[in-house]
């Protein structure tokens, strides 16, 4: 039955409840309070979900990679726990918010894994996809800002609910991309002039990456933001090398993000503001610099093994909840615990590396490279802001912070991976079945007919069936 088929999955999925539940309850006993039905209802929905997705996965997509969804899993639970910690600090309840936004993306992604049947289907409608992408990425810029001392524009008010269009844009857009890439590969791979050793493009056929770029440009300049653009064009740039393994258009690429980073710094002022918030954010603690301050305090004070669960004060950091997630955990579970959150974003965006180097078409190859790379470049990006690498952007920590924009992305995200993973590798077990019954038929032949060439050595080999290239060279076919 399909249902046993994924015993990896399901052990996995179990082991990471356990996880989460015993993090929850000593959270709770460890902050001096009574055990309620509100943790217990938490831990519920969190196990609930999971195991109905566990469950319709199994039916809809069994040959899927059985890593990813518990990996996610994980992180979705930690980011609940890490939550509930800063609701105990801060009297919010935002863990609510986040455990029913867990339900609802959960059910996207598996309504999505019910409805796409076959990930090829998505490329007629990758040009529809790429003009939505880049409406959504443009809405917040027109749209009514309900706080006008916002650091970023990214955000959409609908009523009580926030959102952040961007983090579907960069799904659209990116399907839209793979297409382009596979229509046109041809066009990419043509060499231009050698320099270094690198074969450049010819400057006519750069006009796809010179769009991108501008676009790009546009959306940092009138965003306020350089996460969404440094997203976007990262991501294509990656894709484009591979679809072409060429490290000129990595060259090129880095050449131009630096030209229009510094270009842009020059006319936006709360990009310069983040900049100098990046080199020195204790200069201005008590100004913008006080969340990076206090972020980099905490962690500092965390060191290698942190605080412990619930014995720190990550609360002090500014939406903690959100943007410094990462920073509220390296405070109380140490850089281990920090490193084991990033190890499990490396396993997710390997299994996708996988999957794509896996299947067998060229635009599955790319889109699901290309969803891994986005997933890899918003963690670098993320991260490298609450350490001070690069300045901080209004990206999300993928699957770990609170929002519900983020969460609804990023398992559709997941859901277009588990597809693709389940094609490439029901193909896989169909072509070794395939091969398997060739060589049992071939072995039931070669018991069952006598050794004609031993027997008359003129028969040339390839009449005997044991020689394949002088078997298609005698009959004129290519082998």
């Known amino acids: 039955m399909a249902i046993f088929r994924r015993k990896t999955e399901a052990a996995l999925l179990i082991l990471a409840a356990l996880v989460v539940m015993v993090a929850l309850i000593s959270l709770e006993i460890s902050q001096g309070n009574e055990l309620t039905g509100h943790v217990f209802l938490l831990i519920g929905g969190f196990v609930g979900i999971f195991l109905i997705a566990h469950l319709v996965i199994s039916f809809v997509a069994p ?29 919010f309840s935002l863990a609510n918010s986040q455990i029913m936004w867990t339900v609802i993306a959960v059910g996207m992604m598996v309504t999505v894994l019910i409805f796409l049947r076959d990930h090829r289907s998505l490329e007629n409608y990758s040009y529809l996809l790429g003009l ?8 917040p810029i027109v749209w009514p800002k309900s706080d006008l001392n916002a ?26 991309f793979a297409t382009l890439l596979v229509n046109k590969r041809k066009l990419f791979t043509v060499a231009g002039k050698s320099f270094l050793g690198l074969q450049f493009p010819r400057l006519r056929d750069m006009g796809p990456l010179f769009l991108v770029w501008g676009v790009a440009l546009v959306i940092m300049a009138l ?10 064009f990262g991501t294509v740039l990656g894709m484009l ?31 310069q503001d983040r900049v100098a918030n990046f080199v020195d954010p204790v200069a201005n603690f008590h100004g913008n610099g006080y ?37 509220a955990i390296g405070e109380e579970l140490g850089l281990i615990g920090l490193a084991g959150v990033l190890l499990l ?15 067998r078409d060229s635009y599955g190859k790319l889109v699901a490279g290309g969803l891994s790379l986005t997933l890899v470049v918003q963690v670098f990006v993320v991260t490298g802001g609450i350490s001070r690498l690069l300045p901080m952007t209004g990206l999300t920590t993928p699957f770990l ?15 277009i991976l588990l597809r693709i993973s389940h094609s490439s590798r029901a193909v896989m077990e169909v072509s070794a079945g395939g091969n398997k019954w060739r060589r049992h038929k071939k072995k039931e032949k070669d018991t069952a007919a006598p050794n004609t060439e031993d027997e008359n050595p003129h028969v040339n080999r390839g009449q005997t069936g044991q020689g394949f290239s002088g078997y298609g060279e005698q009959r004129g076919v290519q082998a």
């Open 241 to 271: 090398y591979i679809a072409t393994g060429r490290a000129s258009w990595l060259v090129l690429g880095f050449g131009l993000a630096i030209i229009g980073a510094v270009g842009v710094y020059q006319i936006s002022a709360k990009i």
């Open 223 to 232: 965003q306020n933001d350089f996460g969404p653009a440094l997203l976007l």
């Open 63 to 91: 040959d899927a990679d059985q890593i990813m969804l518990p990996a996610v899993a994980l992180l979705n639970g930690i980011g609940l726990v890490m939550i509930y910690r800063l609701d105990l600090a801060t009297g």
């Open 151 to 176: 650091d970023a524009a990214v955000w959409i008010t609908l009523g009580p609910i926030s959102i952040q269009p961007g983090e579907f844009a960069k799904i659209m857009l990116l399907l839209f």
């Open 132 to 139: 939505c992408g880049l409406i959504l990425s443009a809405l």
């Open 401 to 415: 912070a609170h929002g519900g924009s983020s969460l609804l992305a990023n398992y559709i995200l997941l859901a």
């Open 291 to 327: 969340q990076l301050s206090q972020a980099l305090f905490g962690m500092s004070w965390g060191g290698v093994t942190g605080t412990g669960l619930g014995e720190g004060y990550p609360e002090n950091v500014p939406v903690a909840h959100s943007d410094f997630i990462l920073a």
């Open 345 to 359: 974003y490396v396993i997710i965006a390997s299994r996708g590396f996988n999957t794509a180097m896996m299947n």
